[in-house]
């Protein structure tokens, strides 16, 4: 299949296997579901009388003292002694074949393009750092909540973007399903298609 880019007018090929992929909501629901639940960290966590530092040592004979027998100074009925039943860090993960992401993005950027919300161009590169520069050419273009997919994410471009809260760039290797969703645009380069293609055939 062709489209157009946006910049040079030029027509650039994709790749039916990646843009023309069945839509394939299940799939994508989990692969999200996965990559939010991944992010949670399990941050509630107690010290169990293993992870107390000291010696494992007796503290006393065990008869004679006429004291109470004892084991160990990190026993749970100690002061500063482990807890009985301590929490531990819990973790979320859930693990997503390699597969899967593949076919989840690919259903995704299918969409993307079905929908008319994936822009094509040459290049994306911005000529200083300043967000007014970056600002303006996303507003000659006609767009405001943009994903940009570009493989060259040069300085000017992060320091540009950082202050636009509905601005996001992204590589396409290290893209994120969530943010490919919620942009109501996505801004791919040819380079990055290439990237595409290379990664999820």
């Known amino acids: 299949m062709e489209r157009i880019c946006v910049d040079t007018k030029e027509k650039i090929n994709l790749s039916e296997k990646i843009f023309g992929y069945k839509l394939n909501k299940p799939l994508i629901h989990q692969v ?10 399990g941050t509630s966590e107690q010290k169990s009388r293993s992870d107390i530092t000291g010696s494992g040592k007796k ?3 065990q ?8 084991g160990s100074t990190k026993s749970p009925i100690w002061r500063s002694g482990g807890v009985t039943f301590a929490k531990k860090t ?22 993307l393009l079905r929908q008319d919300r994936i822009v094509l161009v040459k290049n994306f590169l911005v000529e200083s750092e300043k967000t007014k520069n970056l600002k303006k050419k996303l507003n000659y273009m006609g767009l405001k909540n943009v994903l940009i997919i570009s493989s060259v994410i040069d300085k000017n ?13 992204s590589d396409p290797i290290k893209l ?7 942009h109501k645009k996505v801004i791919i380069t040819e380079h990055a298609i290439k990237k595409f293609e290379a990664i999820l055939q």
């Open 63 to 70: 008869k004679g003292t006429g004291r109470a027998r004892a």
């Open 90 to 111: 819990k973790n979320y993960k859930q693990k997503i074949n390699k597969k899967m992401y593949q076919n989840a993005l690919k259903s995704i950027l299918s969409e």
């Open 176 to 182: 994120d399903p969530i943010n490919l969703i919620k």
């Open 32 to 41: 999200i579901k996965s990559s939010k639940i991944t992010q949670r960290q």
């Open 59 to 61: 503290p006393w004979r």
């Open 157 to 169: 471009l992060i320091l540009s973007s950082r202050n636009l809260r509905k601005v996001n760039i």
